[in-house]
């Protein structure tokens, strides 16, 4: 059974989802956040298809211990950086059904420092 945290997270990403829709020139930078991981991409909605991701799994992010606050931000950044190198400057933010709070809050500041507008 699933708790009722996720229950609510599930419903509230419902109700974003249905307003929030990503295309080729503004895609949807889509948030997932695990226990201990931060995950992002880029994705454009119309054709189906991831154009970028990020994830702290990376070799270049994991490296150095860091809490998971920075860890996020860092994500943000090279998520940003390699929006805006291929040409990508306005996204939507979709948070995925979890508070723009903490990780999240921070892996958004660090795409915005990057060049990101949303």
């Known amino acids: 059974m699933e708790s009722r945290k996720v229950l609510r997270r599930k419903s509230i990403r419902k109700r974003i989802r249905r307003i929030v829709t990503g295309t080729s020139t503004r895609p949807r930078l889509s948030v997932f956040r695990s226990n201990k ?59 995925g059904g979890y508070l723009y709070h903490g990780r999240v809050k921070s892996l958004a500041e660090g795409a915005r420092n990057a060049g990101l507008k949303f």
Do not use: M, P, W
């Open 37 to 95: 991981q931060i995950y992002a991409q880029l994705i454009d909605d119309e054709a189906g298809k991831t154009l970028i991701a990020a994830s702290s799994r990376e070799n270049e992010i994991a490296e150095g211990s860091k809490t998971k606050i920075e860890e996020a931000s860092v994500v943000g950044k090279v998520l940003g950086e390699r929006a805006v190198a291929a040409g990508l400057t306005d996204v939507i933010f979709d948070r």
